[in-house]
């Protein structure tokens, strides 16, 4: 891993679910950057705050510090690295109720991280999706995999028709975020439906051999 500094104006760019159009999203590789901005000066509480985000080791992320005391907020393994930003921008702001400097992120290694349009599965969702997701899949049953607009996923495996496998799929994305909404407030999760995170959508299927 290596360090990059970014322009503060990439602060700027927050439009929520910019990405990959493709109904299966890009699936990067397990290495990951972090990128800072120079203008930006942590207290130590942000700095401390701000390794536990890096620990994380995975992207798409991002950190926003409170311009006034020492509160921070971070969002790590989303789809999509603006929608990262929004999110860690609202819940940085929203706390603190004033603003939040940008501060940072995590991409997967060898994308630029000033984009303002890179998007694919988050590293946690990607390692299940190549991992756990595919080899649990059988001879004899379909399976199927979802995604939230945020950092949600779900899958299903051995079922006896795809519709099954879909709706199973989606009903596990969506149970991931309704455990996510419950750490929110009623205006937040108002916030998230308006903006997509809260939707999930199949973006693999699989068929049984001979099916």
Known sequence: MYRKTLPLAAALTLCVGAGAAADQPKVFGPKHTYAT?????????????????????????????????????????????????????????????GPCNFYGVAVPEGVDPNSTTVGGLGAITAHDFQGVYRDKQTSTGYGAFAISGAGDHGYSHGWPNMAEARATAIAYCELEVAEEMTNVRIKDRAWARANGLTTCRVIDTYTPPGE
């Open 37 to 97: 901005v120079e203008d930006v000066t942590l207290t130590r509480a942000q700095r401390s705050h701000y390794n536990q985000f890096r620990n994380r080791k995975a992207y798409f992320g991002a950190f926003y510090a409170a311009a006034e005391g020492d509160f921070s907020f971070y969002t790590y393994s989303y789809h999509n690295l603006n929608t990262a930003k929004a999110v860690a921008k609202r819940g940085c702001e929203a706390y603190v109720q």
